[in-house]
């Protein structure tokens, strides 16, 4: 077992209607003044934006708002909120939404503090030293982003969707009310079954170590994964299992999983960052894409962990199996499987890798990662 | 699933040597002086304390200390350490040891910021709502005291083996450096292999919901130390399995097993505080002798979570078989399973009893455990 610090400061308020509280929660922190950070406005057609401005509005919090949040976030946006921010001197950002609020909520967070260009922190040019408080109110599981350091955004100018992580972005509070997400579509639950089980085998499998409780975790994860989509793809209105889900979800990528593993890399995600930049695919849909592809061709490095995942997961004794299975399950809950599936032509492939490299440099992977190792890989999509 | 709040805000800094950093994770607090809790003087043999010393001299941090502090620790010594403080005006309680140092660290850090008797909190006649930093440096994996908030300790004048539950006094910092619990006694080890089930079994049975990953959290945990336990009676110095082992320890305790259960109660803690408390039998020794007795008379009021506990665990079809086989476990790496095995006589069990009654009341689940129930528990083991 490796050597590892666990550190996670986030409260999770789990439940329902507990966005009733979230001007509560703010109080308690001593914070008078939020940025409000929202996507599309469908938090106004469920009410879940009047709910939050009441809080608020009977704990004394004043707000200013960023709407118009978009799935893969964009830096122009964020940009937008660093300056509200600044302008009208805010204490605290809280975003209300899915991954991509959250995520531009960490940025701002992190930006407002910060003299430069608030990208440095994101291509390794500096580094977070101090934030904002966030707060959340959560109405998609999916990314961990309530109770995680981690935010991915997408440079609109260079085309790159890089990310960064820091315990000073996590949120202070994250309001997770299952009810709020059971509005989901069947497509986009699949896509966040997904990106939960592609949280929970990055490290899975890449880790140097492979202590048995940590493995047994994140089979855990799968497991209960795999077992609430489906209930949920039956029947939308189960709360047990909604709310299994959105625990599961925070589980797989809150720092849990990964400890006394030595850490391991982020392939898939670092693939599939290139097909969201370039094609706008959901992000859960491409993994579907690139997560099969990448475990038939890495399968042979670790042998042992794949055959695990074959035996406890889908009980069968035989390693690609396992992959095939998986393969399969995406398949059947609706995520495409191909880059043909996901609307990618094959004349797509170079640009990519070339994409996907890039980032790969970044994050320290790129002697693993070539161009023509990516290319290897997608051409297994 | 139930609502439920998880925060944790402890951080742990886990693996070999951190110790030599306790100094510096104090300091990070902006904290110059500190108690100095710990026992016997065995990490004077040991030279645990000598580099504790360093540590804290190397950033600056002036220290007192208390020593002295026993299992199943005593009132009368927390109220020593309170005094200390408050003379000393030291600023934050540093205990170095196991759960019982840890304990009455957490009691002296929330006694000193109380102007009655620290016993009120146990007794529920005051709420903490101030404490002291705590840190900790841990030698002993059982009772999670390191990223929690609880903390048991003993009223050497009434008898009364009774705890206190805030996250007011989780740890800043704990260092857990598995190596420091490498000479733990084979008897200890396998007491708290016993303490570490119990921890995570009393939820798992006694809870009004049970959300599959919860059971599958737990179950992972109780596989761990089932298999690590004997790994580490065969060969004390194998560093993964101790690691594995103290890692499943805090996992068992720290908020996370209970979350979206609806809670549980701790009937088998308990009545064993009564039999430490009367018969200083060590927690987890206790613990072996009262829980095979308790799940036998339980079984038949959860009988779907005992059936699952015995085909997760043991792979038996027959839910006593399951209890069967724990009992044997316990037996079999070295844990009395009856009170004659751990000294006690039967005429004891009405005294037993009584006491345990006392806790039951405190506790609110006297509607439960009443004394004749505890006799007819006590009488099966």
Not at 51 to 64: C, D, N, P, Q
Not at 110 to 138: H, R, S
């Amino acid at each position: 077992m490796n050597d590892f610090i666990y550190y996670n400061p986030t409260k999770i308020e789990f439940g329902k209607e507990k966005e009733n509280n979230i001007g509560q929660y703010i109080k308690e922190s001593n914070i008078e003044s939020v940025l409000l950070a929202y996507g599309s406005g469908s938090i106004k057609k469920s009410g879940l934006y009047e709910r939050v401005i009441a809080s608020l509005k009977s704990h004394g919090i004043s707000y200013e708002e960023l709407d118009g949040v978009v799935s893969n976030p964009l830096l122009s946006r964020v940009n937008d909120g660093i300056k509200i921010v600044k302008e009208k001197k805010l204490q605290a950002v809280l975003g209300v939404g899915g991954g991509s609020v959250v995520d531009s909520a960490k940025a701002i967070a992190a930006g407002v503090k910060y003299d430069g260009d608030v990208w440095d922190f994101f291509i390794n040019k500096a580094q977070i030293t101090e934030a904002l408080p966030v707060f959340t109110v959560m109405t998609l599981a999916a990314t961990a982003s309530e109770m995680n350091g981690n935010a991915v955004i997408m440079n609109d100018e260079t085309k790159q969707k890089y990310s960064i992580a820091s315990v000073l972005v996590n949120p202070v509070v994250s309001v997770v009310n299952p009810e709020l997400m059971a509005t989901v579509s069947k497509d986009y639950l699949a896509y966040s079954a997904v990106d939960i089980i592609a949280h929970s085998i990055e490290v899975y499998f890449t880790a140097s170590t492979h202590p048995n409780f940590n493995s047994r975790i994140v089979e855990s994860i799968v497991k209960t994964v795999i077992q609430t989509t489906e209930i949920l793809l039956e029947n939308p209105d189960d709360y047990d299992a909604r709310a299994e889900f959105a625990w599961v979800a925070i589980q797989a990528l809150n720092g849990l999983t990964p400890a006394g593993t030595g850490g391991g890399s982020f392939p898939n995600h670092m693939i599939e960052h290139s097909l969201s930049a370039i094609y706008n695919v959901a992000h859960g849909a491409g993994l579907a894409v690139v997560m099969p592809a990448w475990m038939k061709w890495y399968e042979t490095q670790n042998p042992a962990q794949f055959k695990r995942f074959a035996k406890e997961i889908f009980n069968e004794e035989d390693s690609s199996k396992g992959i095939e299975k998986l393969e399969a399950w995406f398949a059947k809950i609706g995520a495409p499987t191909t880059l043909k599936a996901a609307g990618i032509p094959r004349s797509g492939i170079q640009e990519l890798a070339i994409n996907a490299n890039e980032l790969a440099c970044i994050w320290s992977i790129d002697n693993i990662y070539s161009k023509d190792t990516i290319v290897e890989i997608l051409e297994k999509a």
